[in-house]
DNA sequence: TATATTAATCGTAATATTGCAATAAACAAA
DNA sequence: TTTGTTTATTGCAATATTACGATTAATATA
């Protein structure tokens, strides 16, 4: 009820599926367009620029480095979100495995 | 709230995002998981093989027919459900454009 | 030190998701 | 037609997510 049953699936099933629910909101796709493009890694700007209230720009940007996608580094009192390249090069490598792996034939 | 707020999007990243909600699953990743190793198509078969009630395995599976990666065929009092092919591609293509949108380089 | 700037956290309301029991619907077989 | 089999739908409880105002924390600057 509300709460998924992940102890019956495994790890990788969990793993994959946690990768997917993060970029499963439009505000994080806009967050990682933004960041990737280099207009600027920082939070303001990320407020600004997306269009949503800073503390909820502030959670969102908290899901993305939970599984690694970002990395915050503090610069004064602003603080500067990149990609994290060696996490999202495993994240990418994790999901295109899942993608990649098609059935040859299908039975309907 | 709760509510997504959708319209401040572009197309693109809403799409993206619906897909990567529909995966954001643990059970519905392994729906596909086994869908795809080809073991079987049938319904009854996933509600056994993965332990989840059979209404919420028929939930899960209507989540995956939404944005069209599988689709369900009628076989007397059966369904087959198989992974779309078409329509599967295409959403691996869209992902993995993204995906694949690095950047160069990064500030920190 | 006082004040501004920037981002995180807290608390809360609204909505969405997950899961299942009960039931319905659709079809096959006796 | 009756009965069994299979899947979809309904209704509901529990939990999660989204969004934001208010506040806090941390640092920079006057």
Redesign the pocket.
Known sequence: ?????SEIFTEEQNQIAAIA?VL??P?RIAILDFIIKLKSC???DL?KDIG?????I??????LKKVGIIK?T?E????CYCIDDENFSKIKETLNKFLSKNPTENCC
């Open positions: 009820m509300g709460l998924t049953k629910k499963g909101h505000a920082v939070c303001g407020v949503l209230a800073q503390p909820t502030s959670q969102h940007l908290k899901e915050g503090i004064g009192t602003s603080v």
